[in-house]
């Protein structure tokens, strides 16, 4: 065992992680460089992915299994297609083009916005997160009904609540940045 600062850890492990330093940093690769890579090999794993969801929900002849494998299979062709307009993104980028495929311009507009708007962002956070609390008590009371699938479905519609209020936390950062301007 070789001794790191975090404790034990095996020597060829410590090599590895220092053989890809060295190999990153002997390639020069910026930021936007090492994340479109990044991008492009799990956009890549995520296309390989897709079929065989398909394959399984269509193959297993469960319509519990195919209605499960079916909401993944959304799940990442939606995921597909974020990380299909940030590669766009990244590529311009670094191309110093400009795609229709792109996403948005991250910079915020610059014309103010009611101090509204952020007090209706700030609370559809908190409808968010009382759904979400609502349908985890739900899904804990109900686990036992249908095969625990209800409860699965009412603990995913909890996760999805919870990302809708972090997205939404987003939005009221950026309102607030315009209502204060």
């Given at each position: 065992?070789m001794?790191?600062?975090?404790g ?5 492990l ?7 330093r ?7 690769e910026s ?32 319509p ?6 079916r ?18 993104t ?6 110093w ?8 311009k ?9 101090a509204a ?18 349908l ?37 950062r950026?309102?607030?940045?315009r209502?204060?301007?």
């Open positions: 065992m001794m790191t600062a975090g034990d850890a095996p020597a060829e410590v090599i590895t992680s220092m053989q890809l060295e190999r990153a940093e002997a390639n020069s930021p936007i460089e090492r994340l479109l890579h990044a991008v492009d090999v799990h956009a890549a794993a995520e296309a390989d992915a897709l079929g065989q969801y398909e394959y399984l929900a269509d193959a297993s002849g469960d519990v299994i195919a209605l499960v494998m909401l993944i299979l959304d799940d990442e062709v939606r995921h597909h297609g974020l990380l299909h307009r940030m590669a766009t990244l590529r311009d980028a670094l191309e083009t400009s795609s229709p495929a792109a996403l948005p991250a910079g915020a507009p610059t014309e103010p916005v009611p708007f952020v007090q209706l962002a700030h609370a559809l956070v908190e409808e968010e997160r009382t759904g979400a609390r609502a985890r008590r739900l899904a804990e009371q109900e686990k036992d009904i249908n095969g625990g699938l209800d409860s699965l479905l009412l603990e995913m519609m909890a996760m999805d609540s919870e990302k809708h209020a972090r997205l939404l936390q987003f939005v009221q950026r309102l607030e940045s209502a204060n301007a």
